[in-house]
């Protein structure tokens, strides 16, 4: 895709300043320059506001929290599974997180309890959650330092200074009411030129009214905060049912022995998909699947409770650390084959 100076340069300045950035600040950049993460997240924010920069050129929790530590960095930048390796990481209480004040959390859905967590233990009290993707430069909505904690341990934001942000119906194109599930799509300086040489893919995403269509699902609350509730290709729909990973991933995130779990649909010749939970435990814990779908009974809908659950140490993830969902699927079509569904 094509993406332009005006892009990124614009956007850059608008999510060092939704951090408060200034030429005092020291970020920690454990994620990929290749990646809209890194160079505009990181990169254009830090340029436009004179901060600095400790590069971990790969990602290892521990490298993260010495440098932290070390480069008394003020900032910290990761996605869930990286601050959630770094919460967990046997060594963490023996570094000093004192100096944190800012960062991000971003690049695929924040756990609720993970977000408490950083700020909590790691005094990243002013931490904020940016939302978009790469075709919208990437940042569509972030949350801000004053925001009440509320919000920015619950929602992505509002939308970014030059802007629109609207949930559009995707059947009917219209905008959709408060509260009222439609998709996130954007317009403004951030969109893409298009898709290199590539017009019908264009068209697809951009539609004739200048709307970036995200493939995202989300609402818009009476305050004017947007939450992402999952993804249209994330959909799971069970015999009819539509049935979305977001909601199932929150509530059991609140079990104790859970470290991280993802929620895909598993392919199923009655129902066409059923829900497959891919959960890693803590450290020396042990459960049950059994277990699992008892802490869920009486507590969410019967059709939603996991037909499957798989333990697992990892998940498949892209180059730039985001979960490979689709992937999960075709995993637990294996698992069960070989009798561990």
């Known amino acids: 895709?094509?993406?332009?100076?005006?892009?990124?340069?614009?956007?850059?300045?608008?999510?060092?300043?939704?951090?408060?950035?200034?030429?005092?600040?020291?970020?920690?950049?454990?994620?990929?320059l290749f990646h809209c993460f890194g160079i505009v997240l990181g990169v254009m924010?830090?340029?436009?506001?004179?901060?600095s920069m400790a590069i971990v050129?790969?990602?290892?929790?521990?490298?993260v929290m010495a440098s932290v530590q070390k480069e008394k960095c003020t900032a910290l930048y990761g996605v869930p599974t990286m601050f959630i390796a770094e919460l967990n990481h046997p060594m963490f209480d023996m570094f000093n997180f004192s100096s944190l004040r800012t960062g991000i959390m971003a690049?695929?859905?924040?756990?609720?309890?993970?977000?408490?967590?950083?700020?909590?233990?790691?005094?990243?009290?002013?931490?904020?959650?940016?939302?978009?993707?790469t075709e919208a430069s990437p940042v569509m909505t972030q949350t801000v330092t004053d925001d009440p904690i509320e919000k920015r341990v619950s929602t992505v934001g509002r939308e970014l200074p030059g802007i629109e942000v609207k949930v559009l119906n995707p059947e009917t194109g219209e905008e959709c009411g408060i509260e009222e599930q439609g998709e996130l799509c954007c317009r403004g300086y951030n969109a893409m030129k298009g898709y290199y040489k590539n017009p019908e893919a264009t068209a697809?995403?951009?539609d004739?009214?200048?709307?970036?269509?995200?493939?995202?699902?989300?609402?818009?609350?009476?305050?004017g905060y947007f939450r992402v509730t999952g993804r249209i290709k994330d959909m799971i729909i069970r015999g009819g049912e539509n049935i979305y990973p977001r909601e199932i991933e929150e509530y059991l995130y609140t079990m104790p022995e859970i470290k991280d779990i993802q929620v895909a649909g598993v392919p199923d010749e009655k129902f066409g998909e059923q829900v497959g939970a891919f959960i890693v435990l803590h450290e020396g814990r042990e459960v049950k699947p059994e277990d699992v779908?008892?802490?869920?009974?009486?507590?969410?809908?019967?059709?939603?409770?996991?037909?499957?659950?798989?333990?697992?140490?990892?998940?498949?993830?892209?180059?730039?650390?985001k979960i490979q969902k689709y992937k999960l699927?075709?995993?637990a079509l294996e698992l069960i084959k070989d009798g561990k569904g």
């Open 1 to 32: 895709m094509m993406l332009t100076h005006y892009n990124i340069l614009n956007n850059g300045y608008n999510i060092g300043e939704c951090q408060k950035f200034t030429d005092k600040d020291v970020l920690c950049l454990a994620v990929p």
């Open 45 to 51: 924010a830090v340029l436009t506001h004179g901060a």
């Open 57 to 63: 050129e790969k990602f290892d929790p521990l490298i």
């Open 107 to 133: 690049g695929s859905p924040c756990p609720m309890e993970t977000m408490k967590q950083v700020i909590e233990k790691m005094n990243m009290t002013d931490v904020t959650i940016a939302y978009g993707l």
């Open 204 to 206: 697809s995403c951009i």
């Open 208 to 223: 004739k009214n200048e709307w970036l269509h995200s493939g995202d699902l989300g609402i818009k609350d009476a305050d």
């Open 293 to 321: 779908k008892d802490f869920c009974r009486g507590n969410i809908s019967r059709h939603k409770i996991p037909k499957y659950v798989f333990f697992v140490e990892n998940y498949p993830l892209t180059a730039s650390g």
């Open 329 to 331: 699927g075709e995993i």
